[in-house]
């Protein structure tokens, strides 16, 4: 099983860049596949972006391609989001996930663990 906690969000202007982290507990983190998601208020949870265990391969929601960037150090049991060129309409709370090693869901998911969240706004 492993733990997630993300941090970094925060309010920023239309425009700018945030950098959310999500620290995993456990030592199997490097097996696991890891995606964030975010949930506006009064909508449903999207997909934002996943990476494989090893980093080699990334997937993004079309309307995050080319502004978020996902990156991961498994030597330090860490994803991370680069968020770039924010748009009000980018204003949610961001979660990270994390899918069981041996999983074929890469990388929509369902994922099997998941963090608290953390809130990201942004003002026009």
């Known amino acids: 099983q492993v733990q997630l906690v993300e941090s970094g969000g925060g309010l920023v202007q239309a425009g700018g860049s945030l950098r959310l982290s999500c620290a995993a507990s456990g030592r199997t983190f490097s097996r696991y596949t890891m995606g964030w998601f975010r949930q506006a208020p009064g909508k449903e949870r999207e997909f934002v972006a996943a990476i494989t265990w090893n980093g080699g391969n990334t997937y993004y929601a079309d309307s995050m391609k080319g502004r978020f960037t996902i990156s991961r150090d498994n030597g330090k049991n860490t994803v991370y989001l680069q968020m770039d060129s924010l748009k009000p309409e980018d204003t949610a709370v961001y979660y990270c996930?994390?899918?069981?090693?041996?999983?074929?869901?890469?990388?929509?998911?369902?994922?099997?663990?998941w963090g608290q969240g953390t809130q990201v706004t942004v003002s026009s």
């Open positions: 996930a994390a899918d069981r090693p041996g999983s074929s869901r890469y990388p929509l998911g369902p994922y099997d663990y």
